[in-house]
Protein backbone atom coordinates (compact mmCIF):
# COMPACT_ATOMS: atom_id res chain seq x y z
CA UNK A 1 0.00 0.00 0.00
CA UNK A 2 1.31 3.44 -0.97
CA UNK A 3 2.01 6.47 1.65
CA UNK A 4 -1.13 8.43 1.45
CA UNK A 5 -1.72 12.08 2.09
CA UNK A 6 -3.77 12.57 5.43
CA UNK A 7 -7.05 13.88 4.71
CA UNK A 8 -7.21 17.59 4.41
CA UNK A 9 -8.87 19.90 1.89
CA UNK A 10 -5.75 20.50 0.06
CA UNK A 11 -5.14 16.83 -0.77
CA UNK A 12 -9.05 16.99 -1.57
CA UNK A 13 -7.83 19.21 -4.76
CA UNK A 14 -4.67 17.28 -5.22
CA UNK A 15 -4.75 15.21 -8.68
CA UNK A 16 -3.49 11.67 -8.46
CA UNK A 17 0.23 11.35 -9.87
CA UNK A 18 3.03 8.65 -9.25
CA UNK A 19 4.72 8.12 -6.86
CA UNK A 20 8.68 8.00 -7.22
CA UNK A 21 9.96 5.04 -5.82
CA UNK A 22 11.96 3.82 -2.42
CA UNK A 23 15.13 3.65 -2.88
CA UNK A 24 16.97 0.62 -3.69
CA UNK A 25 20.78 -0.13 -3.68
CA UNK A 26 23.20 2.14 -3.24
CA UNK A 27 24.43 5.28 -4.83
CA UNK A 28 26.89 8.58 -5.22
CA UNK A 29 25.22 11.86 -4.98
CA UNK A 30 26.87 15.41 -4.53
CA UNK A 31 24.69 15.92 -1.99
CA UNK A 32 21.77 14.01 0.27
CA UNK A 33 19.17 15.84 1.08
CA UNK A 34 16.38 14.39 4.02
CA UNK A 35 13.15 15.28 4.13
CA UNK A 36 10.48 16.76 1.29
CA UNK A 37 8.55 19.62 2.79
CA UNK A 38 9.52 22.99 1.56
CA UNK A 39 12.86 23.21 3.38
CA UNK A 40 14.62 20.12 1.61
CA UNK A 41 13.07 20.87 -1.69
CA UNK A 42 13.98 24.37 -2.36
CA UNK A 43 17.51 23.27 -0.64
CA UNK A 44 17.45 21.09 -3.00
CA UNK A 45 16.58 23.29 -6.22
CA UNK A 46 19.28 25.97 -5.00
CA UNK A 47 21.69 23.44 -5.20
CA UNK A 48 20.65 22.05 -8.46
CA UNK A 49 20.68 25.50 -10.15
CA UNK A 50 24.42 25.70 -8.63
CA UNK A 51 25.21 22.70 -10.48
CA UNK A 52 25.36 20.00 -7.86
CA UNK A 53 23.73 16.37 -8.10
CA UNK A 54 21.19 15.74 -5.55
CA UNK A 55 19.03 13.14 -4.15
CA UNK A 56 16.08 13.90 -1.81
CA UNK A 57 14.76 11.17 0.50
CA UNK A 58 11.34 11.40 1.76
CA UNK A 59 9.89 8.78 4.58
CA UNK A 60 6.68 9.35 2.79
CA UNK A 61 5.18 11.62 -0.02
CA UNK A 62 6.61 15.22 -1.16
CA UNK A 63 4.60 17.85 0.81
CA UNK A 64 3.30 14.94 3.79
CA UNK A 65 4.34 16.79 6.59
CA UNK A 66 3.54 20.36 7.91
CA UNK A 67 4.77 21.60 4.67
CA UNK A 68 1.47 20.32 3.04
CA UNK A 69 -1.36 20.69 5.60
CA UNK A 70 -0.69 24.35 7.09
CA UNK A 71 -2.45 27.70 6.99
CA UNK A 72 -0.95 28.86 3.65
CA UNK A 73 0.24 31.89 5.05
CA UNK A 74 3.16 33.65 3.15
CA UNK A 75 4.51 36.50 5.79
CA UNK A 76 8.12 38.04 6.41
CA UNK A 77 9.36 37.35 10.35
CA UNK A 78 10.33 34.08 12.05
CA UNK A 79 8.21 32.07 14.83
CA UNK A 80 10.08 33.92 17.47
CA UNK A 81 9.06 37.63 17.54
CA UNK A 82 11.86 40.61 16.89
CA UNK A 83 11.33 41.62 20.16
CA UNK A 84 13.03 38.87 21.16
CA UNK A 85 15.79 38.45 18.05
CA UNK A 86 17.07 42.03 18.75
CA UNK A 87 17.32 41.02 22.88
CA UNK A 88 19.36 37.37 21.53
CA UNK A 89 21.48 39.57 18.36
CA UNK A 90 21.31 43.57 18.57
CA UNK A 91 19.43 45.51 16.64
CA UNK A 92 21.72 45.17 13.35
CA UNK A 93 21.74 41.86 12.26
CA UNK A 94 17.83 41.52 13.63
CA UNK A 95 17.58 43.76 10.71
CA UNK A 96 19.63 41.55 8.73
CA UNK A 97 17.71 38.60 9.45
CA UNK A 98 14.16 40.14 8.75
CA UNK A 99 15.55 41.17 5.70
CA UNK A 100 16.30 37.38 5.12
CA UNK A 101 12.78 36.80 5.81
CA UNK A 102 11.50 39.18 3.38
CA UNK A 103 13.10 37.58 0.53
CA UNK A 104 11.91 34.48 1.58
CA UNK A 105 8.35 35.75 0.95
CA UNK A 106 10.17 37.39 -2.78
CA UNK A 107 11.42 33.73 -3.09
CA UNK A 108 7.89 32.18 -2.76
CA UNK A 109 5.69 34.82 -4.80
CA UNK A 110 8.68 34.72 -7.86
CA UNK A 111 8.54 30.81 -7.79
CA UNK A 112 5.14 30.48 -7.95
CA UNK A 113 5.20 33.44 -10.86
CA UNK A 114 7.94 31.19 -12.54
CA UNK A 115 6.51 28.44 -13.02
CA UNK A 116 2.72 30.12 -14.49
CA UNK A 117 1.10 29.61 -10.97
CA UNK A 118 0.63 33.05 -9.85
CA UNK A 119 -3.05 31.88 -9.52
CA UNK A 120 -2.13 29.44 -6.42
CA UNK A 121 -1.75 33.22 -4.79
CA UNK A 122 -5.63 33.45 -3.23
CA UNK A 123 -5.63 36.12 -1.46
CA UNK A 124 -3.23 39.60 -0.42
CA UNK A 125 -2.49 40.82 3.08
CA UNK A 126 -2.37 40.05 6.69
CA UNK A 127 -4.48 41.70 9.78
CA UNK A 128 -3.71 40.94 12.82
CA UNK A 129 -6.56 41.37 15.43
CA UNK A 130 -6.10 42.24 18.83
CA UNK A 131 -9.51 40.67 21.26
CA UNK A 132 -9.09 43.53 23.84
CA UNK A 133 -9.08 47.12 24.38
CA UNK A 134 -6.02 49.42 24.51
CA UNK A 135 -4.29 50.09 21.47
CA UNK A 136 -0.59 51.02 22.92
CA UNK A 137 0.58 47.56 21.87
CA UNK A 138 -0.33 47.72 18.55
CA UNK A 139 0.67 51.07 18.11
CA UNK A 140 4.13 50.47 19.45
CA UNK A 141 4.58 47.43 17.07
CA UNK A 142 3.57 49.72 14.19
CA UNK A 143 5.90 52.11 14.98
CA UNK A 144 9.00 49.72 15.58
CA UNK A 145 8.06 47.85 12.03
CA UNK A 146 8.08 50.61 10.57
CA UNK A 147 11.81 52.74 12.19
CA UNK A 148 13.37 48.99 12.84
CA UNK A 149 12.71 46.93 9.70
CA UNK A 150 11.01 49.80 7.02
CA UNK A 151 7.14 48.07 7.48
CA UNK A 152 4.83 50.02 7.05
CA UNK A 153 1.51 48.70 8.81
CA UNK A 154 -1.70 50.41 8.99
CA UNK A 155 -3.72 50.83 12.32
CA UNK A 156 -7.15 50.12 11.83
CA UNK A 157 -9.68 51.45 14.52
CA UNK A 158 -12.87 49.56 15.32
CA UNK A 159 -15.31 50.65 12.67
CA UNK A 160 -13.00 49.87 9.98
CA UNK A 161 -12.04 46.01 11.39
CA UNK A 162 -16.12 45.81 11.90
CA UNK A 163 -16.42 46.60 7.71
CA UNK A 164 -14.51 43.71 7.27
CA UNK A 165 -14.63 41.51 10.14
CA UNK A 166 -18.15 41.30 11.31
CA UNK A 167 -17.35 40.81 14.70
CA UNK A 168 -17.40 43.07 18.63
CA UNK A 169 -14.86 40.36 19.50
CA UNK A 170 -12.00 42.34 17.85
CA UNK A 171 -11.17 45.91 18.82
CA UNK A 172 -8.14 47.18 16.97
CA UNK A 173 -6.20 46.20 14.09
CA UNK A 174 -2.41 46.22 12.12
CA UNK A 175 -2.76 45.45 8.29
CA UNK A 176 0.31 44.87 6.33
CA UNK A 177 -0.73 44.34 2.92
CA UNK A 178 2.27 41.86 1.93
CA UNK A 179 1.66 38.90 2.53
CA UNK A 180 -0.27 36.62 0.92
CA UNK A 181 -1.71 32.90 1.13
CA UNK A 182 -2.09 29.84 -0.90
CA UNK A 183 -2.32 26.25 -0.93
CA UNK A 184 0.71 25.11 0.40
CA UNK A 185 0.41 21.55 -1.22
CA UNK A 186 -0.07 22.55 -4.27
CA UNK A 187 3.09 24.44 -4.30
CA UNK A 188 5.01 21.41 -2.52
CA UNK A 189 3.58 20.26 -5.95
CA UNK A 190 5.68 22.65 -7.59
CA UNK A 191 8.77 22.51 -5.92
CA UNK A 192 8.79 18.91 -6.67
CA UNK A 193 8.65 19.35 -10.62
CA UNK A 194 10.69 21.92 -10.51
CA UNK A 195 13.09 19.94 -8.56
CA UNK A 196 13.02 16.87 -11.35
CA UNK A 197 13.26 19.29 -14.32
CA UNK A 198 16.69 20.36 -13.07
CA UNK A 199 17.49 17.30 -12.74
CA UNK A 200 16.90 16.40 -8.75
CA UNK A 201 16.14 12.11 -7.84
CA UNK A 202 13.56 11.82 -5.34
CA UNK A 203 12.78 8.95 -3.86
CA UNK A 204 8.81 8.75 -1.42
CA UNK A 205 8.78 6.24 1.00
CA UNK A 206 12.10 6.02 2.41
CA UNK A 207 13.12 6.52 5.59
CA UNK A 208 16.40 7.52 6.40
CA UNK A 209 17.03 4.89 9.23
CA UNK A 210 20.96 6.38 10.29
CA UNK A 211 23.73 8.51 8.96
CA UNK A 212 27.29 7.79 9.45
CA UNK A 213 30.36 9.68 9.19
CA UNK A 214 32.73 7.79 6.23
CA UNK A 215 36.08 9.24 5.43
CA UNK A 216 35.76 12.36 3.92
CA UNK A 217 32.11 11.86 3.06
CA UNK A 218 28.86 10.96 4.71
CA UNK A 219 26.19 7.66 4.22
CA UNK A 220 22.74 7.80 4.13
CA UNK A 221 21.22 4.74 5.39
CA UNK A 222 17.74 3.30 4.40
CA UNK A 223 16.22 0.28 5.09
CA UNK A 224 16.99 -1.24 1.37
CA UNK A 225 19.62 1.25 0.21
CA UNK A 226 22.48 3.73 0.72
CA UNK A 227 23.53 7.12 -0.31
CA UNK A 228 26.65 8.55 0.01
CA UNK A 229 27.75 11.74 -0.72
CA UNK A 230 29.95 15.09 0.35
CA UNK A 231 27.29 16.67 1.75
CA UNK A 232 24.09 15.70 3.69
CA UNK A 233 21.04 18.47 4.26
CA UNK A 234 18.99 17.20 7.29
CA UNK A 235 15.56 19.24 6.67
CA UNK A 236 13.23 16.67 8.78
CA UNK A 237 11.49 18.75 11.31
CA UNK A 238 9.38 17.77 14.00
CA UNK A 239 8.28 14.52 11.95
CA UNK A 240 12.46 13.39 11.91
CA UNK A 241 12.30 13.53 15.91
CA UNK A 242 9.17 11.00 15.36
CA UNK A 243 11.28 8.98 13.45
CA UNK A 244 14.64 9.07 15.46
CA UNK A 245 16.75 10.36 12.68
CA UNK A 246 19.69 11.69 13.57
CA UNK A 247 19.94 12.74 17.54
CA UNK A 248 22.22 15.38 17.57
CA UNK A 249 19.26 17.57 15.53
CA UNK A 250 16.25 15.85 16.98
CA UNK A 251 16.97 16.44 20.51
CA UNK A 252 16.83 20.49 19.40
CA UNK A 253 13.67 20.02 18.65
CA UNK A 254 10.02 19.99 20.51
CA UNK A 255 7.09 18.95 17.97
CA UNK A 256 4.18 20.80 18.33
CA UNK A 257 0.67 20.04 16.92
CA UNK A 258 -1.91 22.37 15.94
CA UNK A 259 -5.12 21.92 13.85
CA UNK A 260 -6.97 23.19 11.50
CA UNK A 261 -10.62 23.12 9.70
CA UNK A 262 -12.34 24.10 6.73
CA UNK A 263 -15.88 24.37 6.58
CA UNK A 264 -18.25 23.09 4.28
CA UNK A 265 -19.23 25.80 1.30
CA UNK A 266 -21.06 28.78 2.96
CA UNK A 267 -20.92 31.21 0.30
CA UNK A 268 -23.39 34.82 1.19
CA UNK A 269 -23.14 33.47 4.85
CA UNK A 270 -19.70 33.61 4.68
CA UNK A 271 -19.46 36.87 2.99
CA UNK A 272 -21.68 38.35 5.27
CA UNK A 273 -19.52 37.41 8.30
CA UNK A 274 -15.75 37.58 7.20
CA UNK A 275 -15.03 40.57 3.83
CA UNK A 276 -11.42 40.33 3.89
CA UNK A 277 -9.87 38.44 1.23
CA UNK A 278 -6.39 38.03 3.02
CA UNK A 279 -5.21 36.52 6.24
CA UNK A 280 -6.34 36.92 9.71
CA UNK A 281 -4.63 35.81 12.78
CA UNK A 282 -5.11 37.51 16.24
CA UNK A 283 -2.37 38.72 19.01
CA UNK A 284 -3.27 35.97 21.84
CA UNK A 285 -0.11 33.92 22.70
CA UNK A 286 -1.68 30.91 21.00
CA UNK A 287 -4.37 32.47 18.57
CA UNK A 288 -6.92 31.82 15.84
CA UNK A 289 -5.84 31.94 12.42
CA UNK A 290 -7.80 32.16 9.17
CA UNK A 291 -8.79 32.69 5.70
CA UNK A 292 -11.25 32.32 3.55
CA UNK A 293 -10.97 30.01 0.41
CA UNK A 294 -12.44 28.80 -3.16
CA UNK A 295 -12.94 32.42 -4.12
CA UNK A 296 -14.34 32.92 -0.14
CA UNK A 297 -16.60 30.08 0.01
CA UNK A 298 -15.10 28.05 2.65
CA UNK A 299 -13.41 29.36 6.14
CA UNK A 300 -10.06 27.85 6.69
CA UNK A 301 -9.24 27.84 10.39
CA UNK A 302 -6.06 26.78 12.08
CA UNK A 303 -5.64 27.12 15.51
CA UNK A 304 -5.25 25.09 19.54
CA UNK A 305 -1.35 24.25 19.61
CA UNK A 306 -0.51 21.17 22.24
CA UNK A 307 2.22 19.44 22.77
CA UNK A 308 -0.18 16.17 23.17
CA UNK A 309 0.79 14.39 19.76
CA UNK A 310 -2.53 12.21 20.01
CA UNK A 311 -5.66 14.03 18.41
CA UNK A 312 -7.89 15.35 20.46
CA UNK A 313 -11.14 13.89 19.91
CA UNK A 314 -13.86 16.40 19.15
CA UNK A 315 -11.16 18.62 17.53
CA UNK A 316 -14.19 19.85 14.63
CA UNK A 317 -16.57 20.43 17.45
CA UNK A 318 -14.01 22.31 19.60
CA UNK A 319 -12.70 24.85 16.88
CA UNK A 320 -16.51 24.75 15.84
CA UNK A 321 -17.29 26.37 19.08
CA UNK A 322 -14.37 28.68 18.97
CA UNK A 323 -15.34 30.17 15.51
CA UNK A 324 -18.93 30.63 16.78
CA UNK A 325 -17.63 32.41 19.46
CA UNK A 326 -16.70 35.08 16.95
CA UNK A 327 -19.11 34.62 14.08
CA UNK A 328 -22.12 33.74 15.80
CA UNK A 329 -24.02 34.80 12.74
CA UNK A 330 -22.31 31.54 10.32
CA UNK A 331 -25.20 29.35 12.50
CA UNK A 332 -24.84 26.14 12.54
CA UNK A 333 -22.71 24.26 9.79
CA UNK A 334 -20.91 21.32 8.97
CA UNK A 335 -17.05 20.77 9.23
CA UNK A 336 -15.67 19.14 5.74
CA UNK A 337 -12.28 18.80 6.73
CA UNK A 338 -10.12 18.50 10.31
CA UNK A 339 -6.64 17.84 10.10
CA UNK A 340 -3.47 18.23 12.10
CA UNK A 341 -0.16 18.78 11.57
CA UNK A 342 3.57 19.07 13.50
CA UNK A 343 5.97 22.24 13.92
CA UNK A 344 9.39 21.84 15.06
CA UNK A 345 10.05 24.29 17.98
CA UNK A 346 13.50 24.59 18.64
CA UNK A 347 14.12 26.48 22.44
CA UNK A 348 15.15 29.42 20.60
CA UNK A 349 11.82 29.59 18.40
CA UNK A 350 13.96 30.15 15.85
CA UNK A 351 15.26 27.62 12.80
CA UNK A 352 18.03 25.59 12.64
CA UNK A 353 19.93 26.51 9.96
CA UNK A 354 23.52 25.93 9.15
CA UNK A 355 26.63 23.53 8.82
CA UNK A 356 26.66 21.42 11.99
CA UNK A 357 30.11 19.06 10.55
CA UNK A 358 32.06 19.02 7.71
CA UNK A 359 29.31 18.28 5.41
CA UNK A 360 26.65 17.61 7.65
CA UNK A 361 24.23 20.42 7.39
CA UNK A 362 20.29 21.70 9.05
CA UNK A 363 17.76 23.59 7.68
CA UNK A 364 15.36 22.91 10.15
CA UNK A 365 12.99 24.25 12.91
CA UNK A 366 11.00 26.56 11.72
CA UNK A 367 8.18 26.45 13.83
CA UNK A 368 4.57 27.66 13.12
CA UNK A 369 6.75 30.50 10.74
CA UNK A 370 7.95 28.32 7.86
CA UNK A 371 6.62 29.39 4.19
CA UNK A 372 8.89 32.01 3.98
CA UNK A 373 11.47 31.46 5.97
CA UNK A 374 12.30 27.54 4.41
CA UNK A 375 12.97 29.28 1.73
CA UNK A 376 15.07 31.43 2.39
CA UNK A 377 16.48 28.75 4.96
CA UNK A 378 16.54 26.53 1.74
CA UNK A 379 18.80 29.35 -0.61
CA UNK A 380 21.13 30.12 2.61
CA UNK A 381 22.07 26.53 3.02
CA UNK A 382 22.61 25.91 -1.06
CA UNK A 383 24.84 28.91 -1.06
CA UNK A 384 27.27 28.01 2.38
CA UNK A 385 27.08 24.48 0.20
CA UNK A 386 27.72 25.78 -3.03
CA UNK A 387 29.40 29.09 -2.92
CA UNK A 388 30.85 28.86 0.56
CA UNK A 389 29.04 31.83 1.67
CA UNK A 390 28.91 32.48 5.39
CA UNK A 391 24.97 34.19 5.78
CA UNK A 392 23.97 30.90 7.18
CA UNK A 393 25.89 32.07 10.76
CA UNK A 394 23.92 34.84 11.09
CA UNK A 395 21.76 31.84 12.96
CA UNK A 396 24.60 30.75 15.02
CA UNK A 397 22.91 32.62 17.74
CA UNK A 398 20.04 29.93 17.79
CA UNK A 399 21.25 26.79 18.19
CA UNK A 400 21.71 23.90 18.35
CA UNK A 401 20.73 23.63 22.22
CA UNK A 402 18.83 20.96 23.48
CA UNK A 403 15.36 21.38 23.58
CA UNK A 404 14.56 19.24 26.72
CA UNK A 405 12.69 16.08 25.47
CA UNK A 406 9.55 14.77 27.55
CA UNK A 407 10.50 17.55 30.52
CA UNK A 408 10.76 19.86 28.22
CA UNK A 409 7.12 18.59 25.97
CA UNK A 410 5.48 19.48 29.30
CA UNK A 411 7.40 22.58 30.17
CA UNK A 412 5.69 23.56 26.16
CA UNK A 413 2.11 22.42 27.38
CA UNK A 414 2.52 24.29 30.77
CA UNK A 415 3.45 27.56 29.01
CA UNK A 416 0.72 27.08 26.37
CA UNK A 417 -1.70 27.10 29.41
CA UNK A 418 -0.34 29.66 30.87
CA UNK A 419 -0.47 32.11 28.08
CA UNK A 420 -4.44 31.42 27.49
CA UNK A 421 -5.04 31.84 31.11
CA UNK A 422 -3.12 35.47 30.34
CA UNK A 423 -5.09 36.03 27.11
CA UNK A 424 -8.45 35.65 29.24
CA UNK A 425 -7.01 37.72 31.80
CA UNK A 426 -6.55 40.78 29.23
CA UNK A 427 -9.86 39.87 27.34
CA UNK A 428 -12.17 39.68 30.75
CA UNK A 429 -9.52 42.77 31.73
CA UNK A 430 -11.64 44.82 28.85
CA UNK A 431 -14.71 43.28 29.27
CA UNK A 432 -14.52 40.49 26.76
CA UNK A 433 -14.13 37.27 28.48
CA UNK A 434 -15.11 34.36 26.63
C1 LIG B 1 -1.30 23.00 10.90
C2 LIG B 1 -0.15 23.92 10.61
C3 LIG B 1 -0.39 25.23 10.22
C4 LIG B 1 0.69 26.07 9.90
N1 LIG B 1 0.42 27.30 9.34
C5 LIG B 1 1.46 28.06 8.88
C6 LIG B 1 1.21 29.26 8.16
O1 LIG B 1 0.05 29.61 7.87
N2 LIG B 1 2.27 30.01 7.77
C7 LIG B 1 3.56 29.62 8.03
O2 LIG B 1 4.50 30.36 7.66
N3 LIG B 1 3.83 28.44 8.64
C8 LIG B 1 2.81 27.65 9.06
N4 LIG B 1 3.08 26.44 9.65
C9 LIG B 1 4.48 26.01 9.78
C10 LIG B 1 5.03 25.48 8.45
O3 LIG B 1 4.11 24.62 7.83
C11 LIG B 1 6.34 24.72 8.74
O4 LIG B 1 7.23 25.54 9.47
C12 LIG B 1 7.06 24.30 7.45
O5 LIG B 1 6.18 23.70 6.54
C13 LIG B 1 8.21 23.35 7.80
O6 LIG B 1 8.73 22.81 6.62
P1 LIG B 1 9.87 21.70 6.69
O7 LIG B 1 10.24 21.38 5.30
O8 LIG B 1 10.92 22.19 7.64
O9 LIG B 1 9.19 20.49 7.45
P2 LIG B 1 8.00 19.39 7.00
O10 LIG B 1 7.16 20.06 5.98
O11 LIG B 1 7.43 18.91 8.23
O12 LIG B 1 8.86 18.33 6.23
C14 LIG B 1 9.71 17.41 6.86
C15 LIG B 1 9.69 16.16 6.01
O13 LIG B 1 10.74 15.29 6.45
C16 LIG B 1 10.29 13.96 6.32
N5 LIG B 1 11.10 13.12 7.21
C17 LIG B 1 11.18 13.16 8.56
N6 LIG B 1 12.02 12.23 9.03
C18 LIG B 1 12.52 11.58 7.95
C19 LIG B 1 13.44 10.51 7.76
N7 LIG B 1 14.02 9.92 8.81
N8 LIG B 1 13.71 10.08 6.51
C20 LIG B 1 13.13 10.68 5.42
N9 LIG B 1 12.23 11.70 5.54
C21 LIG B 1 11.94 12.14 6.77
C22 LIG B 1 8.83 14.03 6.76
O14 LIG B 1 8.10 12.90 6.28
C23 LIG B 1 8.39 15.36 6.16
O15 LIG B 1 7.78 15.21 4.89
C24 LIG B 1 2.02 25.60 10.03
C25 LIG B 1 2.27 24.29 10.46
C26 LIG B 1 1.20 23.46 10.74
C27 LIG B 1 1.47 22.05 11.18
Not at 148 to 166: A, R
Amino acid sequence: MHSEHIGSFYSAQLGDRRIHPELVGGFHSQIGIVGGGFAGLTAGIELLKRGRSVVLLEAERIGWGASGRNGGFVSAGFAEGMDAIEAAVGLEDAKKLYKLSQEGVSYVRRTLEGEGAATLIEGHGWLKVQRHKGADALKRRQEKMATHYGVDLDFWETDQLKSKLKTDRYFHGLHNPEPFHMDPLAYAEILLEKFLRLGGIVHEETRVLSLKRNGASWRINTAHGCVSCEHVVLATSAYGVLNQTYYPVDRTMQPVATYVIASEVLGERLRGAVDFGGCVADTRRAGDYYRTVEGGERLLWGGRITTRRSEPKRLAELLKAQILQIYPQLGDFRVDFAWSGLMGYSRTKMPLIGELKPGLWAVTAFGGHGLSTTAMGGEVVAKGIAEGDDTWRLFNAFGPVWAGGSIGRLAVQAEYIRLQALDRFEEARSGRAG
